[in-house]
């Protein structure tokens, strides 16, 4: 079974209806990417996920370690993310980095990350994260006493990734990290989710910037108001003439 399968998902905004209807999986270990222009649903669907909107129909399954199971082995289950509160979704062991950041400004940046920790009760484990934390964004160890509002677009970036990552999540969902930023920067966000990735972290990512979100992931869904219209391989979406034409811009 998949980490995380989305099963025909409706989303109402009151009359209008967002999102008609979608499926799709992602693997563990897979960086998949929801493609599409803007207003085609992609925010809506982390909302959904993620418990921030409401649902009206379909099911967002998410495969969870089995607690008080002998560590040799690993059993699993599934949770119906529709029926758990968004604050419990955190400790199940997804993260979510919004779209425009939403740092806490007033806060400096080692509070903000101490707040992406909240669901854990280890100590020396939290302290663990945050010096590889620290390591993966070596900025955010230089300004750590920073008031975070004061950060540049690409530090807020940096922050809110670190943020999420503070609560040592399976899944990452992250919507348009390359919002707003230089191309300079946008290459370095796109390592730093490569890195994530990497070192075993499954990344669901959104985004605008087409052709460098399929650079980075596995497979790739393209949406067009509240349908998916093509899937597949991103290598393969990548070369196709319609998602060139829509997507790539050229
Ligand atoms: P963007 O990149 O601009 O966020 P998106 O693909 O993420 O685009 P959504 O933000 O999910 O798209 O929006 C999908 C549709 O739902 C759009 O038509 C949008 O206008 C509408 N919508 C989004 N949020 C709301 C809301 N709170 N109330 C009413 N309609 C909404």
Do not use: C, W
Not at 106 to 118: C, F, H, P, R, S
């Amino acid at each position: 079974m998949a980490l995380l399968k989305v099963t025909d998902l409706q989303v109402y905004y009151g009359v209008i209806q967002a999102i008609k209807g979608i499926s799709f999986e992602v693997n563990a270990g897979e960086v998949i990417a929801l493609i599409g222009a803007n207003g085609a649903g992609k925010t809506t669907i982390l909302h959904a996920i993620t418990g921030l909107v409401p649902v009206k129909s379909g099911s967002i399954e998410f495969e969870v370690p089995k607690t008080g199971m002998n560590d040799k082995d690993i059993v699993t289950e599934t949770v119906n993310l529709r029926k758990t509160p968004a604050h419990k979704i955190v400790s199940l062991g997804m993260a979510h980095v919004p779209e425009g950041r939403r740092i806490f400004s007033q806060l400096t940046v080692l509070e903000n990350l101490k707040m992406g920790a909240y669901t854990r009760n280890d100590k020396e484990e939290m302290e663990q994260t945050l010096k590889k934390v620290y390591k993966r964004f070596p900025r955010l160890e230089e300004r750590k006493n920073q008031v975070a509002g004061t950060l540049s677009g690409g530090e807020q970036q940096m922050l809110a990734m670190g943020r999420a990552l503070m609560s040592h999540p399976r899944i990452i969902l992250m919507d348009e990290p390359s919002m707003g930023l230089s191309p300079i920067l946008v290459e370095e966000i796109f390592d730093i989710i490569k890195e994530i990735s990497k070192s075993g972290t499954t990344v669901l990512l959104v985004e605008q910037n087409a052709k460098k979100a399929l650079s980075i992931a596995n497979r790739a869904y393209v949406l067009e108001t509240g349908n998916i219209v093509l899937e597949g391989d991103a290598k393969e979406l990548m070369n196709d003439e319609s998602v060139k034409k829509a997507y790539l811009g050229e």
